[in-house]
């Protein structure tokens, strides 16, 4: 990724959705650390300690925002003239949410999708990051997912050692809930796959997963999804 961000560096926002429900369900199961927020196409993530928070939200006509921060790598509001992250906003932002968390230099950066592309405000040429990249390089690609999933399945930063399944288990989840049709199924062998031994993940945590998956509308017949039928680009 770039430092700072450039908006070519997200995905996709129906991949992104899927990849942050999917982080947000691992937590709810116990495998994966930090606090998870979870409304109607909205949902923020908050990082152990406040090292970082991040939230994406999804709207109507197949727009997103996703914004955040993170303590060691945004600078633009620590700047003597802070970057304004909202200029140039869409009339259709999530204004008080958004202008509330720049009055209180909460703000590190913010990007928001409507047809087909990603935006965001200019930067002077001399930042040096937004902290994207620190608090959510996954906004990228699947791999960039796969590798904290992989330390917090015991397998270290370089992935070295996790189950050899977990790869392709996080794909092809990632897969279903893109497309809106995780089931227990899914669920279970997602969760099966932290396992180093094999065993299947217990019914408690596999009910937990799948409750939220159902709130975050990854479920046939879930919770609805603004723009859940709009396919933008």
């Known amino acids: 990724m ?20 999917a982080l947000g369900m691992l937590a709810s199961a116990g495998l994966t650390d930090g606090t998870y927020r979870l409304g109607p196409g909205r949902l923020r993530c908050e990082g152990v300690g406040g090292s970082f928070w991040w939230r994406m939200s999804l ?3 197949g727009r997103a925002v996703f914004c955040g921060q993170d303590a060691d790598g945004s ?13 140039g906003g869409p009339a259709w932002l999530p204004w008080q949410d ?5 009055e209180d230099c909460a703000l590190g950066y ?21 902290g994207l990249a620190l608090s959510a390089a996954w906004v990228r690609d699947d791999a960039e997912l796969v590798l904290p999933l992989a330390e917090a399945a015991g397998g270290g930063a370089e992935g070295a050692g ?16 893109e497309s809106g049709t ?3 199924a899914a669920v ?8 180093p031994d094999g065993r299947p993940a217990e019914p408690p945590a596999v009910e937990s997963a799948h409750a939220f998956a159902v709130r975050a509308a990854l479920t046939p017949g879930g919770a609805p999804r603004p723009g859940r039928a709009a396919r933008a680009g």
Do not use: K
């Not at 770039?2 to 429900?21: E, Q």
């Not at 790869?167 to 989840?173: E, I, K, S, T």
């Open 2 to 21: 770039h430092r700072p961000s450039v908006p070519g560096d997200l995905d996709h926002p129906r991949r992104l959705w899927a990849r942050a429900a």
């Open 59 to 61: 709207h109507d006509a």
């Open 75 to 87: 600078h633009g509001h620590l700047r003597r003239v802070p970057v304004d992250l909202l200029a």
């Open 98 to 102: 958004l202008r509330r968390e720049q």
């Open 110 to 130: 913010v990007y928001w999708w409507q047809d087909g592309a990603w935006a965001r405000a200019p930067y002077p040429e001399d930042l040096v990051d937004d």
């Open 162 to 177: 996790h189950p050899v399944a977990l790869d392709g288990a996080v794909v092809a989840f990632l897969d279903r809930a």
């Open 182 to 184: 995780v089931d227990r």
């Open 188 to 195: 279970r062998a997602l969760l099966g796959a932290f396992s």
